[in-house]
């Protein structure tokens, strides 16, 4: 099990050697995360995933709690889940396969043949009945309520990340003309890892997601959700119905949280939060807004979004690397911050990789792994490389039968869910390490030709992509790096991969120190 709180969380990361604490005073204007970018940057205490074979997974330095930041009473933790270690903890798990292997029990379940076989079933179905969120009067999150002028934005230790952020004169805009036009600029500083709840307005279903807050006031914010994600598609229902919206910033809560609102689009966050917290996440209803919100989180920032009113969002410092061009997005108002007694502000930087979001999209690899199975039996493992933050580039895995096979694979995956934004994919076959990019690599330079093992296609891309034509509109390309089969073009006779015959392999194994060389 995770922890219920997010101060126990830290707790937990400093009884592991996980945790800095930091008493120099420090200006959350850019300082801590430069600080933070070069700590994610250096080797992490613990040892890493058995399944990364890249440098980046040894990564993750250690979290950091800075005690004394200028301009507010309030401590900032960055980096608590940059490491396998510190998500594994956060998760409540002792690596991240044995976190997909519970998965794959609960989305395929074996098909109980014996009245035996379903007695056993049982109990892991009576868990599942555990996991829906649970209603509950008052919270710790609500041991301070700050309304009216007391509820001010700017007491938080909210940080700048880049150096550009938040900049209309730094030419990272989308349309400089109308940006010369804004008479509301926002600040440089962003609320980067809360969890944003909404509600479906017309089947009420709720949603967590993580999206970037930019400071535009004492009460007044903007809400950079993408087009695809479940809070732009509640904003939209509200937009149409003409009525505000009701928001909750959550920052905090059971470490699972965090995580959850990472999960992808369509996914209940609230009741896989339950799942991977072993029981159901408490809520209690906000003070001024008619929401639910988790009663241990450390602060909550409740408002509404005002569908007529658009803010110019941006510019940002992004996890692709590159900053983010400023655009119109809605506006957030505040009406209420609650808060525990002496909270933590949590907070991420993202940017080039490696970044803290590394080891919270890893972990989305690996649940999604059995999901993903489901959908296309072909694959039986995948990567998404670092070098490729997540949507530019996928790694797949599959026991090749018949030809063309790996393109049957390559349209599946790009017509499966948040993976279809993948731009770069590239299949190879069963023996081949996904996990380990020179092993793809290797296999994907020696076994494509070209002009015959390349397959490009449009669609949809992720709206942070830079370099494709249109505003979430492009190209993608996959690769088939498998053996050819005859039917799948001209294929000459095909070379046997290298390998040392066992045997021999053996002998040396039993020699080795005889050699003398070490
Ligand atoms: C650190 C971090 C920052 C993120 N920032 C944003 C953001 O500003 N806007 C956004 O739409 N998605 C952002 N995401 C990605 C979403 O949280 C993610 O795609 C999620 O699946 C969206 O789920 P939803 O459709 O349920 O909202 C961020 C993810 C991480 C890990
Ligand atoms: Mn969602």
């Not at 080797?43 to 890493?48: E, G, I, T, Y």
């Not at 017309?202 to 535009?216: C, L, P, S």
């Not at 590239?426 to 030709?449: G, M």
Request: net charge negative; proline share 7%; aromatic share 8%.
């Amino acid at each position: 099990m995770g922890s219920a709180t997010f101060s126990d969380f830290l707790n937990q990361l400093d009884r592991d050697g996980e945790l800095v604490r930091v008493k120099t005073r420090v200006s959350p204007i850019l300082e801590i995360a430069a600080i933070c970018d070069r700590v994610c940057k250096t080797p992490a205490p613990h040892s890493h995933d058995e399944l990364d074979r890249t440098d980046a997974g040894k990564l993750g330095g250690r979290a950091l709690l800075f005690e004394n930041v200028e301009g507010s009473d309030i401590p900032v933790a960055i980096n608590t889940f940059g490491s396998y270690h510190r998500i594994n903890l956060a998760l409540g798990t002792p690596n991240l396969t044995t976190l997909a292997d519970r998965v794959q029990q609960l989305v395929k379940p074996e098909i109980p043949t014996t009245l035996m076989e379903k007695m056993k079933r049982l109990p892991d179905l009576m868990k599942m009945a555990s996991y829906p969120p649970k209603t509950v009067r008052t919270g710790i999150c609500q041991q301070v309520v700050l309304e009216g002028d007391d509820a001010d934005l700017t007491k938080l230790p909210i940080i700048q990340c880049w150096p550009s952020d938040g900049n209309l004169d730094s030419g990272q805009v989308f349309d400089p003309a109308a940006c010369a036009k804004v008479t509301e600029r926002g600040t440089g500083r962003y609320i980067t890892l809360a969890g944003i709840y909404t509600r479906n307005p017309e089947m009420g279903d709720r949603n967590i997601g993580m999206y970037r807050v930019q400071v535009f006031g004492k009460r007044k914010a903007a809400m950079h959700w993408h087009m695809h994600h479940d809070g732009a598609r509640h904003f939209r229902m509200y937009q149409k119905r003409g009525e505000k919206m009701p928001l909750a910033i959550v920052l905090g809560g059971e470490s699972v949280l965090p995580y959850a609102a990472t999960l992808p689009p369509g996914v209940e966050e609230l009741l896989f939060a339950g799942f991977l917290n072993g029981t159901g996440i408490e809520l209690v209803p906000c003070k001024t807004i008619n929401m639910d919100v988790p009663s241990n989180a450390e602060i909550v920032i409740e408002g509404y979004v005002d569908p007529t009113e658009k803010l110019m969002e941006g510019p940002f410092g992004d996890h692709t690397g590159f900053y983010s061009l400023a655009d119109w997005y809605p506006a957030f108002h505040v009406t209420a911050i609650t808060h525990r007694k002496n909270p933590i502000y949590p907070t991420t930087i993202v940017g080039k990789p490696p970044m803290e979001d590394y080891f919270l999209g890893k972990a989305t690899e690996r649940v999604f792994l059995p999901l993903l199975k489901m959908i296309i039996p072909d694959v039986i493992d995948y990567s998404l490389p670092i070098s490729g933050v997540f949507h530019n580039c996928a790694f797949v895995k599959i026991r090749k039968e018949y030809p063309m096979q790996a393109r049957r694979v390559m349209h599946a995956i790009w017509g499966a869910g948040q993976m279809s934004f993948t731009k770069f994919i590239v299949v190879v076959d069963e023996q081949v390490n996904v996990h380990d990019e020179h092993d793809v690599l290797f296999h994907l330079f020696s076994n494509c030709d070209p002009s015959r093992d390349v397959e490009i296609t449009r669609g949809p891309v992720d709206i942070l992509d830079h370099a494709s034509y249109e505003f979430g509109v492009g190209g993608k390309i996959g690769f088939d790096a498998t053996v050819k089969l005859p039917a799948e073009g001209k294929v000459r006779p095909w070379p046997a991969e290298l390998e040392m015959d066992a045997a021999t392999k053996a002998l040396v194994e039993r020699k080795w120190k005889e050699y003398g060389i070490h």
